[in-house]
């Protein structure tokens, strides 16, 4: 039996694939993994199946710190930025085969706008499935309070975008004072949207009244965390309105679209607090000189309420005190005309008794013939008052005589 030693049959797959690829050529994978040394990019590239997530095909890849930096002059873009594990990348490759440490694709120059096409379709990909699901306006339809006061930041801590946000925060014209709590996590990398997630998940209704999500400026494909599906879903499901400023004025993630309010940097998120809270302000401002302006129209008709009552009043009491003197002056000459009637009936009357009063003058009556009879000068006016044997006093006219009863006659 022949048989052949490893080494045998590895050259000679060497020598094939010389043989056959010669020149290098033009392949597309998925980053698997990635990792950096030295300067020198070592990978796993992975092909997938166009039905499921099966590898139906496997290879490792390399390209060298010359290489790398020969590419990055070519295509003036941060191709660490495009290496990124779970991107698709177009390459050119020499097919390379040692004996001793296997297959390896040698990579020698990068199609950017391969990866960057790719990232745009996978985006639009997830914002139609996002869309189905009826999430892509579930957190646009939240209300923002009339006020934001206490604001949830996620961000890199040692972000430059974050000091821009609260360094514009810190030095408005209005003098807001806003409360910003830190929820720290990685903006960029194979691990930001998995770790904005786990940020979210502490988001609850009563602890802020917006979260944001901030980073600073960087090239296209750091932004790939940002076209996360599950990153979108979960800002979608916050229970509360959600901010971004990825700090992209071109480009618009994933994150950015299923937001309540996107703005294109973090000086923009910031401004738009100050300005979301200067607009209730200016409502309160508003409503203050409107408050006023009634106070001061309630105020001037009240006066002059109170001068025509005043008026009214003062022409009221004059016409009643003028109607009481007239009828006061009317009844006064009444009473003085009813007092001279009065007194006019009063002098006749008297001037009537006057005369009766003469005509029972007793001088007079005794001139008539009339005499007065007294007994014990008691005046005597019937015989019943008299006994025989009592003395009498007569008077008359011109005297008096006294008698004694003698005898009566009935």
Known sequence: MQTHTLFEINEYIRRVLALNFAEALWIHAEISQLNISGGHVFMDLVQKGENDDDIIARSEAVIWERAFRKMMKKTRLPLDSILVEGNEIQFKAEVDFHERYGLKLNIIDLDANFTLGRILIKRNETIHQLKSKGLLEK???????????????????????LQDYLHQLRDNPFGYRISNTLLPTHVQGNKAAQLIRSQLKKVRHGLFDCVIIIRGGGAKTDLSAFDDFELGKAIANCPIP??????????????????????????????????????????IRETGYKIKELAMFSIKKAVLEHHHLTESLIFSIKKKIHDKTVKLD??????????????LRKQKDLEYQQQLLGSYDFGKILKRGFALVTKNGNRIH????LDISDDLNIMLNDGNIDVIVKNKND
């Open 382 to 385: 019937s015989i019943e008052q």
């Open 330 to 343: 009317n009844e006064k000459e009444s009473i003085q005309y009813l007092i001279r009637n009065l007194f």
């Open 139 to 161: 957190n646009s339809s939240l209300r923002l309070p009339k006020v934001i006061q206490k604001v949830g930041v996620i961000s890199s801590a040692n972000a430059a975008g």
């Open 242 to 283: 959600v901010i971004t400023g990825i700090g992209h004025d071109i480009d618009e993630t994933v994150a950015d679209q299923v937001s309540h309010t996107d703005m294109k940097t973090p000086t923009a998120v910031a401004d738009f607090i100050l300005h979301h809270n200067a607009i209730f302000e200016s409502h």
